[in-house]
Nanobody, 126 residues
């Protein structure tokens, strides 16, 4: 019922910033949404997620203090502002969403997500 398309990835130097966006189309009464990432040779992991109303935000420890997630339901967009980027942030970043109920306060569980974008590549390197 939802289609997700990421944009904004690219090459950035360590310490730099990048802003990712996710465009949402289709229909769901409400949905939680967020960002997962997968580095080469590693499992996909949750980074930052936000509840349907924007009232709850979850960040992985690696993202806290550096990443900010936001959503604009009227425009059907979600963004991830990434600051102070590190080489270990290099990964394919996926937008993911779910229209299903999840455990309260737990928004970034991969198995809960039932809609996925194809990813946008972020490379942090000098």
């Amino acid at each position: 019922q939802l289609q997700l398309v990421e944009s904004g990835g690219g090459l950035v130097q360590p310490g730099g910033s990048l802003r990712l966006s996710c465009a949402v189309s289709g229909f769901a009464l409400r949905y939680d949404i967020g960002w997962f990432r997968q580095a080469p040779g590693k499992d996909r992991e949750g980074s930052s997620c936000i509840s349907s109303t924007g009232g709850i935000v979850n960040h992985a420890d690696s993202a806290k203090g550096r990443f900010t997630i936001s959503r604009d339901n009227a425009k059907n967009t979600e963004s991830l502002q990434m600051n102070s980027l590190k080489p270990e942030d290099t990964a394919l970043y996926f937008c993911a969403a779910t229209s299903r109920s999840v455990q309260f306060g737990k928004l970034c569980r991969e198995n809960d997500m039932n809609y996925w974008g194809k990813g946008t590549l972020v490379t942090v390197s000098s």
